[in-house]
């Protein structure tokens, strides 16, 4: 079992204090290419689909820095109408994280994508299968559809979340969260600042 998140006081101070680290560049083979990346036809896209910049996040939804980065990022996407999103899930907590990831991904059939991110995203509870479930449902997903969805598509689903984890190990990511932004790699949490700036050297 999984410790509580901590307050958001604590991670908003962690996360400030790891600001300073630079991007590491994607210049390094055999490394995933930033259309394998930001492009995979059975990822959804968040935000602006047509934005002229995209912000990939790999995730768990049992993370609480992801969360955290998530509710940043979501602030900036508000000011900035030109954001693109991609979430890539690494449901590196267990199963109960691999069926959040599933579920959510399962949702898109019946467009209910974007509403199960953020509802799981913003969560506070700890996830359990149930929990999991209710929470979709109460965000006006119809969980049984989505079941059926899983197990209609299963061999794509395993397999986009197979990729993921692939391109995690390869950009030697340690954990969750990590960010491909543009061309540039950010293998920590992140502040509405930092998303600032990295969208601006991804612009530039």
Known sequence: MQNPPPNRRYILKALAGMSAMAPLPLWAAPLPTVEEVAFDPDIPALG????????????????????????????????DGNIRVVMRDWPIFGQVSRNAALLTLASHSQGGYAEAVQTLMTATERLTFRSTATLLSNAGIDVDLARNELGARQDVFVSLLARTEAQAKAFQLKGTPGFLIGKALYKRGMTADDFRKAIAQARA
């Open 48 to 79: 602006n689909p047509v934005g002229n910049v995209t912000v990939v996040e790999y995730t768990d939804y049992q993370c609480p820095y992801c969360k955290l980065s998530y509710i940043e990022l979501s602030k900036v996407m508000a000011e």
